[in-house]
């Protein structure tokens, strides 16, 4: 981010609401930083030096961000170090891969719909409620995230989404 204060300022901002919501501290700072970053992409020397944090903590926070599509690597011709980016289409990726998420709860529910025999009972009213709750995440967020995705790509025909979900 070099020396543009309000860009640092404003990606530690973001870091600290993300650890708020129980994202790991050092995980979202190096998300936020290549997020707000003025740089397509960042070396892991780069991230320890921005954040002045361990080559470690820069590691175990690429492990934590690279399986939910919100860091990639990416080849870098010349160099022998990874280099990392904020890929175009997280988001939308991100929501997608809520999808298995949501089908499993409502799986759940329907288990203990089962189990709960009665949903007239306080045990199958809430279960009934979960599982209706889940089964409309499930129909819904789909289409959702595919509309947000040709919008965004009419607005910006030169930019990419991720497919994923």
Same mark, same amino acid.
């Given at each position: ?48 030096? +921005? ?5 470690? !903590?820069?590691? *175990?926070?690429?492990?934590?961000? &690279?399986?939910?599509? /919100?860091? $990639? ?33 409502? +799986? ?5 719909? !089962?189990?709960? *025999?009665?949903?007239?009972?306080? &045990?199958?009213?809430? /279960?009934? $409620? ?36």
């Amino acid at each position: 981010m070099g020396d543009d204060k309000r860009l640092r300022d404003a990606a530690e901002k973001l870091a600290l609401i993300l650890a708020q919501g129980g994202m790991q501290k050092t995980t979202a700072r190096v998300m936020t930083c290549l997020l707000f970053s003025q740089q397509e992409t960042l070396t892991a020397a780069d991230l320890c030096a +921005e954040l002045q944090i361990s080559s470690g !903590a820069v590691s *175990g926070a690429v492990k934590q961000l &690279a399986p939910s599509g /919100l860091l $990639e690597r990416v080849p870098a011709p010349g160099s022998r170090r990874d280099h990392y980016r904020f890929p175009d289409g997280a988001w939308a990726t991100l929501m997608s891969q809520q999808n298995q998420l949501l089908a499993t709860m409502g +799986e759940a529910a329907d288990q203990g719909l !089962a189990a709960a *025999g009665d949903p007239s009972t306080p &045990a199958g009213r809430r /279960l009934a $409620e979960m599982k209706d709750f889940y089964t409309f995440m499930l129909r819904e967020l789909p289409p959702l995230i595919e509309r947000w995705r040709t919008d965004f790509t009419a607005k910006h025909p030169n930019q990419e989404t991720q497919q994923s979900g």
